[in-house]
């Protein structure tokens, strides 16, 4: 059979990861945004947010300890499927069940630990498709492939978010709709994949890596690429989280809004920064990889997060809220997307992209359950959420540095195998 053209080969290919991405999404949140919080306050109704603290810190912990495991053992799997799918395919499959699991669960504890499994297992279904950007798309469109991730995560998103909310009467079907998206969007990805690029997912027979130890953590580490690449995820993750977890305590204390007026401006907000993100990862990611340069795009979404932050920081009135969402979606679209692809570019070899990828999740999942700590401790010594802005403004800046200092040992384009 004559293979495909590659430009139609790499349209399939972004294709099918875009679905996934999307799939996986759904579920997430739809558990995030409402499933989680109202099953806890169900369950807890008088300790519900500290139960979904510590619900929350424990799945994002565990997750970002088990990415870069699950991303190792990926770049070391040979099947007639490849190397990502199948983690994926279980990943979805076990995330869909458990989170379809979750309203039948009668405790605090029966529920954390299905959530505890359902984020874990989910993400690796984002992680298979990240890591099938290095795969499987070339590196002029790499800033494309990025860019095709936060298109379906930020649609993913939405529409996780409205169909639980649509479903709020009725969770068990909420959460069965939800969990079945992630699983069949998994197994999609795996029959998909097998079709689309069989010479690419199914590597040769040669000698299989040493299993993961700590010793090829600590190479990963001192590439000052990647530890330029986490540093700075870090920073901007962790900054932006803060503002998420206490939006609705920032409207009524920052705006003077009612509860009920700041609930309706907070769903709305989340619109308008997913939109926003999602417009400024498709945008920035091809620009990006029109100009054959990336670390512009880089320096510039965190210089724009920064001065997005100053406005509420500044200002108490709504607008200032409303323009902080907008520019601040632009900002972390553009940088998660470049940044993404970036990493890619520089990888010293792709047959570890896997486990470098899984590494970048981490540093993604691990602030956000710091985030809620830190931005309490803010709220603390500033006396007002007014801190948690300026506080944004700062990690924003010192991310625009470290993605500026120099990146001793490492080239701009990088030999392929």
């Given at each position: 059979?004559?293979?495909?053209?590659?430009?139609?080969?790499?349209?399939?290919?972004?294709?099918?990861?875009?679905?996934?991405?999307?799939?996986?999404?759904?579920?997430?949140?739809?558990?995030?945004?409402?499933?989680?919080?109202?099953?806890?306050?169900?369950?807890?109704?008088?300790?519900?947010?500290?139960?979904?603290?510590?619900?929350?810190?424990?799945?994002?912990?565990?997750?970002?300890?088990?990415?870069?495991?699950?991303?190792?053992?990926?770049?070391?799997?040979?099947?007639?499927?490849?190397?990502?799918?199948?983690?994926?395919?279980?990943?979805?499959?076990?995330?869909?069940?458990?989170?379809?699991?979750?309203?039948?669960?009668?405790?605090?504890?029966?529920?954390?630990?299905?959530?505890?499994?359902?984020?874990?297992?989910?993400?690796?279904?984002?992680?298979?498709?990240?890591?099938a950007v290095a795969d499987d798309v070339p590196r002029h469109r790499r800033g494309t492939g990025s860019a095709a991730l936060a298109l379906g995560t930020g649609l993913g998103s939405a529409v996780g978010a409205v169909l639980a909310g649509r479903l709020v009467g009725d969770p068990t079907a909420a959460?069965?709709?939800?969990?079945?998206?992630?699983?069949?969007?998994?197994?999609?990805?795996?029959?998909?994949?097998?079709?689309?690029?069989?010479a690419t997912w199914t590597q040769p027979p040669d000698r299989l890596p040493d299993a993961p130890r700590w010793s090829a953590l600590r190479r990963a580490l001192a590439r000052p690429t990647l530890r330029s690449a986490l540093l700075s995820r870090c920073l901007l993750v962790g900054g932006t989280q803060?503002?998420?977890?206490?939006?609705?305590?920032?409207?009524?204390?920052?705006?003077?809004?009612?509860?009920?007026?700041?609930?309706?401006?907070?769903?709305?907000?989340?619109?308008?920064?997913?939109?926003?993100?999602?417009?400024?990862?498709?945008?920035?990611?091809?620009?990006?990889?029109?100009?054959?340069?990336?670390?512009?795009?880089?320096?510039?979404?965190?210089?724009?997060?920064?001065?997005?932050?100053?406005?509420?920081?500044?200002?108490?009135?709504?607008?200032?809220?409303?323009?902080?969402?907008?520019?601040?979606?632009?900002?972390?679209?553009?940088?998660?997307?470049?940044?993404?692809?970036?990493?890619?570019?520089?990888?010293?070899?792709?047959?570890?992209?896997?486990?470098?990828?899984?590494?970048?999740?981490?540093?993604?999942?691990?602030?956000?359950?710091?985030?809620?700590?830190?931005?309490?401790?803010?709220?603390?010594?500033?006396?007002?959420?007014?801190?948690?802005?300026?506080?944004?403004?700062?990690?924003?800046?010192?991310?625009?540095?470290?993605?500026?200092?120099?990146?001793?040992?490492?080239?701009?384009?990088?030999?392929?195998?």
């Amino acid at each position: 059979m004559t293979a495909p053209s590659a430009p139609a080969s790499v349209r399939r290919t972004l294709g099918w990861i875009f679905a996934g991405q999307l799939s996986v999404y759904v579920a997430l949140a739809a558990v995030v945004a409402v499933l989680l919080p109202l099953q806890l306050a169900d369950l807890a109704p008088d300790g519900k947010e500290r139960a979904l603290a510590v619900v929350s810190f424990a799945s994002s912990a565990l997750t970002a300890l088990t990415l870069p495991v699950v991303g190792a053992l990926s770049d070391r799997t040979r099947s007639r499927w490849g190397r990502r799918a199948p983690w994926a395919a279980a990943g979805g499959t076990l995330g869909g069940i458990a989170v379809a699991l979750m309203p039948s669960a009668t405790t605090v504890l029966a529920l954390g630990l299905l959530w505890v499994v359902g984020q874990v297992t989910l993400n690796m279904v984002d992680a298979a498709m990240a890591a099938a950007v290095a795969d499987d798309v070339p590196r002029h469109r790499r800033g494309t492939g990025s860019a095709a991730l936060a298109l379906g995560t930020g649609l993913g998103s939405a529409v996780g978010a409205v169909l639980a909310g649509r479903l709020v009467g009725d969770p068990t079907a909420a959460a069965v709709v939800a969990g079945a998206v992630a699983a069949g969007g998994a197994w999609a990805f795996l029959a998909a994949a097998r079709r689309a690029r069989p010479a690419t997912w199914t590597q040769p027979p040669d000698r299989l890596p040493d299993a993961p130890r700590w010793s090829a953590l600590r190479r990963a580490l001192a590439r000052p690429t990647l530890r330029s690449a986490l540093l700075s995820r870090c920073l901007l993750v962790g900054g932006t989280q803060m503002v998420v977890a206490y939006q609705l305590y920032v409207l009524v204390d920052r705006t003077g809004l009612t509860m009920p007026e700041a609930a309706r401006l907070s769903g709305l907000l989340v619109v308008i920064h997913l939109v926003a993100a999602t417009t400024g990862a498709v945008v920035a990611g091809r620009w990006s990889d029109a100009v054959g340069s990336r670390r512009p795009f880089l320096v510039a979404g965190c210089l724009l997060l920064c001065v997005a932050a100053l406005l509420p920081a500044l200002s108490t009135d709504t607008g200032a809220v409303v323009a902080y969402a907008a520019l601040a979606g632009i900002a972390t679209g553009t940088f998660f997307t470049v940044q993404l692809a970036d990493l890619v570019d520089r990888m010293p070899s792709l047959r570890d992209a896997g486990h470098d990828l899984g590494l970048l999740g981490a540093a993604t999942t691990l602030p956000q359950a710091f985030a809620p700590l830190l931005g309490y401790a803010v709220f603390r010594l500033t006396g007002g959420y007014g801190g948690l802005f300026a506080t944004v403004a700062v990690l924003a800046a010192a991310a625009a540095v470290v993605t500026l200092r120099p990146r001793a040992g490492t080239r701009d384009v990088v030999e392929r195998p």
